[in-house]
Nanobody, 125 residues
Framework: EVRLVESGGGSVQAGGSLTLSCLLVGSADADLRMGWYRQVQMNECELVASIRSDGNTYYDPSVKDRFIISQDNAQNTVSLQMGSLKPDDTHVYFC???????????????????WGQGTLVSVCS
């Protein structure tokens, strides 16, 4: 059984930085993508960033040049460094394991292979 264990998140002033980390417990196919969604509507999640084991990355245009996703394959960990944070970045963020890039999906949708528990990022102006 695969589990995703998140850490990080919290509150920060606008312009500040936070780092989210996601530990994959178990084993997963090497061609899967790990990434971060954030809940933007009642039950809608948008993909913030994702990365594949070969280093291929995706970023939502709203975070490109501000966020960096990275992976440590030896530690089975993916991290999201968030910089120049804005109040609009305030959301619950979910780590996710998926087979493809899905820009929008229902939060906790079963078409996504696995979800983390979610962590709140709050940016104060």
């Amino acid at each position: 059984e695969v589990r995703l264990v998140e850490s990080g998140g919290g509150s920060v002033q606008a312009g500040g930085s936070l780092t989210l980390s996601c530990l994959l417990v178990g084993s997963a196919d090497a061609d899967l993508r790990m990434g971060w969604y954030r809940q933007v509507q009642m039950n809608e999640c948008e993909l913030v960033a994702s990365i594949r084991s070969d280093g291929n990355t995706y970023y939502d245009p709203s975070v490109k040049d501000r966020f960096i996703i990275s992976q440590d394959n030896a530690q089975n960990t993916v991290s999201l460094q968030m910089g120049s944070l804005k109040p609009d970045d305030t959301h619950v963020y979910f780590c996710a394991l998926d087979t493809q890039i899905r820009r929008l999906t229902q939060c906790r949708s079963k078409i996504v292979r696995q979800w983390g528990q979610g962590t709140l990022v709050s940016v104060c102006s």
